[in-house]
């Protein structure tokens, strides 16, 4: 990534203001010049790469079931909105528009207007997941840095084997350790992590109430980006940037905006 930048990556799209991980949620993104669209991708039972944050459809559909257990066709029929009638009538938008979108048709609607930032999920239910995720990142174009220097796409995850394996596939593929802690717990990480980390990482992704100064100069003295999740508070973002971090997922991707 380029060191000087402050990055604003929109947290399942514009998730404040449309619903999360839908295409009118990507394309506000987009319109509200955020850097990167975030977006979590799980495997349908016929394996499809579909756009949901949960394994399961129960809280933001009208039905109930894990993602494994549906077919892209049953998907299909499903409404990807949790407010349906409420959101619909503030955009004015088609109720088609939200449907459950493949990670495909996100890029191509998507493609050379913003980059992404994927993460895999749940990825022990999905075997073969990380595979089929590089094959159509390389099939649509989205390894490699765009005109302005940037990745096209970042893979992100809190599961490290996963991110290994995707090293493992194309270590050309920029990748983010996501990194939890606990309330009121600081940052920190082990000489084992941090070499571990080293190994396959391009940078972490971290809770960002922990984040400190002296972490944030540790990491990036390694070489280490670091991003901030999720941000949802102006100051706190001013605060952020201002302690060095490379950018921050949020799901107001405006939010710095006055
Ligand atoms: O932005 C980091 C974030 O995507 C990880 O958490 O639960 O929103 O996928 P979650
Ligand atoms: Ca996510």
Redesign the pocket.
Known sequence: MPEDGFLV?A??GASAYEPENTLPSFELAEELDADYI?L?VHLTKDGELVVM?DDEVDRTTESIGKIKDHTLAELKELTADEDKDEKVAVSGRNEEAYEIPTLVEVIEEMKGDIRF?I?L?DTEQYFGIEEKLVDVMSEYGLIGTDSKGYPKAVV?S?DEEALKKVHKIDPSIPLLQ?I?FDDGEEAELSKKKLKDLLSYASGI?VSYEALTPPFVNTMHGEGLAV?A??VNDAEAALRLKAMGVNGI?TNEPDLLDE
């Open positions: 990556i947290h399942r975030e979590d944050h930032v993460e999920k992100h809190f996501l939890s992704g991003y999740y999720t997922h």
